[in-house]
T-cell receptor, first 112, second 117 residues
């Protein structure tokens, strides 16, 4: 079953605009990761934020984590047409289990 | 070296046939995972191998699904008596697990698209 819910399910913006995607989850986590997927194939790891972190940056990406609300957001600034893809959040739950539990994803379309 | 590789990239089979999907993880990675992604959905965990420990099979949907990891490297996912609902993209990932940390990143292969007619 899916741990997380992401919203919006689909987002369409103009090149240069910022894109914000949100993720909510249900159980306590060790860390939360964001992945990108093109054309329904392999996933590319974007960024990981630990449960004791509140914000993290990587290039044009900014991730926030609010463990009290069990939610995270991914912000892509100055979007490009090449950012068009599906974006998934994935959580690693507390305890020994290391498998990731994925949200249902946000389909981002950046229009040139 | 190279990333995670999977074969075949596409597999079309008839209902009731058995299929084998292969995953070659990144060299040196001790952990290997199989996930399934149905059309338009997120990933669903299937099975996890870590070193010589017994695999975590908690995500396998039925006893028609099984997986092996030989020599701590290559893994094969086998689906017996395939059903149409088995149609999905099967993704493999590997990671370098560092004990007592909670930050191992998983690296994904390109997936195998399975279509059961």
């Amino acid at each position: 079953s899916q741990q997380g819910e992401e919203d919006p399910q689909a987002l369409s913006i103009q090149e240069g605009e910022n894109a914000t995607m949100n993720c909510s989850y249900k159980t306590s986590i060790n860390n939360l990761q964001w992945y990108r997927q093109n054309s329904g194939r392999g996933l590319v790891h974007l960024i990981l934020i630990r449960s004791n972190e509140r914000e993290k940056h990587s290039g044009r990406l900014r991730v926030t984590l609010d463990t009290s609300k069990k939610s995270s957001s991914l912000l892509i600034t100055a979007s490009r047409a090449a950012d068009t893809a599906s974006y998934f959040c994935a959580t690693s739950s507390s305890g020994s289990a290391r498998q990731l539990t994925f949200g249902s994803g946000t389909q981002l379309t950046v229009l040139p | 070296g190279a990333g995670v590789s999977q074969s075949p990239s596409n597999k079309v089979t008839e209902k009731g046939k058995d299929v084998e999907l292969r995953c070659d993880p990144i060299s040196g990675h001790t952990a290997l995972y199989w996930y399934r992604q149905s059309l338009g959905q997120g990933l669903e965990f299937l099975i996890y191998f870590q070193g010589n420990s017994a695999p975590d099979k908690s995500g396998l949907p039925s006893d028609r699904f099984s997986a092996e990891r030989t020599g701590g490297s290559v893994s094969t996912l086998t689906i017996q008596r395939t059903q149409q609902e088995d149609s999905a993209v099967y993704l493999c990932a590997s990671s370098l697990v560092v004990f007592r940390t909670t930050s191992d990143t998983q690296y994904f292969g390109p997936g195998t698209r399975l279509t059961v007619l």
